[in-house]
């Protein structure tokens, strides 16, 4: 076979595709339209695990530690039907090759499950079990994805992302090791593009990577995004595109205000300040290496592919009148006070981040008074009730459930009427360009 040859310097692009792309058998056929569209030059194509199974993974880990075994049961099927059920629209072959792959990934799922359960004495931590079950909706996607990819000739390799992508043993949350990782990344990915035929593309899994001991590591809730941005930036990449359900970035989430609209530029700068503080359409690690890189991001429509979206570059001077607005749902306040009563100071201070440090608990705002300091974080169960306890054993520790935060970026009064609207404020932190707002 004559095999096509990228000439140096090799421009890739770099595509992410979410779970909510490929949610069901029409979203991966859809998924496959639009790769038709773009694979004449070098691609590389990062996938999310389908619609909401890294949810349903997190509530088989849950009855998994809990020792529930009839839970376990109906919740790993749950997860078996969902992935067997949109495999048998995609593939009317019942011999497929597909059913196998993907019957053997489930069956080493069900396998490591089965095995925690023979022993009393689990090994390990929760977020290294979280790692090595929930890692598996990724595996699961792609491997379909890539079958279906073939079975419509746009012709797709599957690439093992836990090959390439190096991290340290900190598990749910692993930095990466970013000199071993680019070597790894170049060598397999210009490698393929030399030696494949013209329109091949190089697909792998999102979210996911190794340690030093070949063990699972995740980067954290929606890690894909960084996913993606990590194979960017070690391949110098043109650009990177997040494909989305939605028009590109908004500046409110559609489904809490109707009438949003598309921003169609953002500044590097303004992206990270959205990212900081919770825009759930970029992950907050992603956006560094493409700025150090210059590399362009572009958040556009999977369900619209003809609208442009929205260009995330580096612009010095950024001006919006738009006001963005960013919705967290389930948070906890948190007020922390010295037991006799004295002022919170500096040495306070630096116990309680140290504490909160020990815990992961990152912070979404924070205030202080004279004899109390109040943080609002995510209600993240696993987390904040030992937090509680721990912190309950110097302070005097109080907290309120069931919140939001708001986060309005280039407020003003006018902006901040949906926002407050029939709810009791708990907390409020402004600043020239952003409002932070705790409510109920």
């Known amino acids: 076979m004559l095999l096509f040859l990228y000439f140096c310097p090799m421009y890739i692009n770099v595509f992410k595709f979410g779970g909510a792309s490929v949610c069901s058998a029409e979203g991966i056929k859809n998924v496959a339209r639009l790769l038709r569209q773009f694979n004449s030059s070098p691609l590389v194509v990062v996938v999310s695990a389908m619609g909401k199974t890294t949810n349903a993974l997190e509530v088989l880990l849950n009855d998994y530690i809990n020792k529930d075994p009839l839970a376990v049961v109906e919740s790993f099927q749950k997860v078996w039907d969902y992935h067997f059920s949109i495999i048998g629209e995609l593939f009317p072959d019942k011999d497929h090759i597909v059913y196998g792959e993907v019957d053997s990934l489930l069956n080493q799922l069900r396998g490591y499950i089965r095995k925690g359960h023979l022993y009393d004495d689990m ?261 904040i009730k030992p937090l509680i306890e721990f912190l309950r054993r110097d302070y005097e520790t109080r907290y309120n459930e069931g919140l939001e935060l708001f986060t309005v970026r280039h407020y003003s009064e006018d902006a901040m009427v949906p926002v407050l609207n029939g709810r009791k404020t708990l907390m409020e932190l402004r600043s020239r360009h952003t409002i932070q707002v705790v409510v109920q």
């Open 123 to 383: 090994p390990h931590s929760y977020d290294f079990e979280y790692d090595q079950v929930v890692s598996f909706g990724e595996l699961i996607s792609a491997a379909i994805l890539q079958h279906y990819l073939v079975l419509e000739e746009c012709p797709a390799k599957l690439l093992d992302v836990r090959d390439l992508v190096k991290t340290d043993s900190t598990y749910r949350d692993a930095r990466v090791d970013w000199k071993t990782t680019e070597t790894l990344i170049q060598d397999s990915i210009h490698g393929f593009f030399r030696e494949s035929s013209r329109g091949t593309i190089a697909l792998t899994q999102g979210f996911i990577g190794s340690d030093s001991e070949g063990n699972t590591t995740t980067l954290g809730r929606e890690g894909s995004d960084f996913t993606a941005a990590i194979f960017a930036w070690c391949l110098q990449a043109k650009e990177m595109t997040i494909w989305k359900d939605v028009p590109g970035v908004m500046n409110a989430d559609p489904k809490w205000m109707p009438d949003s609209v598309c921003l169609e530029t953002l500044s590097y700068r303004e992206a990270i300040e959205l990212a900081y503080y919770g825009a759930s359409v970029i992950h907050p690690k992603t956006i560094k290496p493409l700025e150090n890189a210059n590399i362009i991001l572009r958040v556009r429509s999977f369900v619209n592919p003809d609208l442009p979206g929205t260009e995330i570059r580096n612009i010095r001077e950024w001006k919006i009148q738009t006001p963005i607005y960013i919705r967290k749902q389930n948070q906890i306040l948190i007020s922390i006070s010295p037991r006799d009563f004295s002022f919170i100071i500096e040495e306070n201070l630096s116990e309680i981040f140290s504490i909160l440090a020990r815990f992961r608990v990152k912070v979404n705002v924070m205030q202080n008074s004279a004899i109390s300091f109040s943080i609002c974080v995510d209600a993240d169960p696993q987390k």
